[in-house]
Nanobody, 123 residues
Framework: VQLQASGGGLVQPGGSLRLSCAAS????????IGWFRQAPGKEREGVSC????????YYADSVKGRFTISRDNAENTVYLHLNSLKPEDTAVYYC?????????????????WGKGTLVTVSS
C-alpha cells in the first residue's frame, strides 16, 4: 500500500504545475484526499481536499481561485493543478488519504501519507 506525490519542480512566478497523487494497493475513490504543504521553517498547512462520497472540494483561502483539485478514478490518481503561482507557494507538497473525513487540518490522523514533492516558485 503506497501513496506517491509527484510533479513538483521549479517554476517562475505566474506559472503553473500539475501535481499527481497516485495510489497503489488501494482504491483512492474510497478515500477523501487532501493536499498539504510545508514551507521551510513553517508548519504544515492544508491546501485542498476532495471528498470521496460527493466529490466536494475545499480550498485554503490562500490558494482559492488559483489551485484546483480533481480525481481520475480510472487512473487511481488525484491531481492538484497549481496556477498563478507565487513565491510563497514554495513548499514540499504532500497528499494524504482519510477514509472518514475531508479535512485541511494536518493534525487530523490520516490513513496514508505520501512522500512529498518539492515546488519551488522563483525567478
Amino acid at each position: 500500500v503506497q501513496l506517491q506525490a509527484s510533479g513538483g519542480g521549479l517554476v517562475q512566478p505566474g506559472g503553473s504545475l500539475r501535481l499527481s497523487c497516485a495510489a497503489s494497493g488501494f482504491t483512492l475513490d474510497d478515500y477523501a484526499i487532501g493536499w498539504f504543504r510545508q514551507a521551510p521553517g513553517k508548519e504544515r498547512e492544508g491546501v485542498s481536499c476532495i471528498s470521496s462520497s460527493d466529490g466536494n472540494t475545499y480550498y485554503a483561502d490562500s490558494v482559492k481561485g488559483r489551485f484546483t483539485i480533481s480525481r481520475d478514478n480510472a487512473e487511481n490518481t488525484v491531481y492538484l493543478h497549481l496556477n498563478s503561482l507565487k513565491p510563497e507557494d514554495t513548499a514540499v507538497y504532500y497528499c494524504a488519504a482519510n477514509v472518514w473525513t475531508c479535512t485541511l487540518a494536518p493534525e487530523v490522523p490520516m490513513d496514508y501519507w505520501g512522500k512529498g514533492t518539492l515546488v519551488t516558485v522563483s525567478s
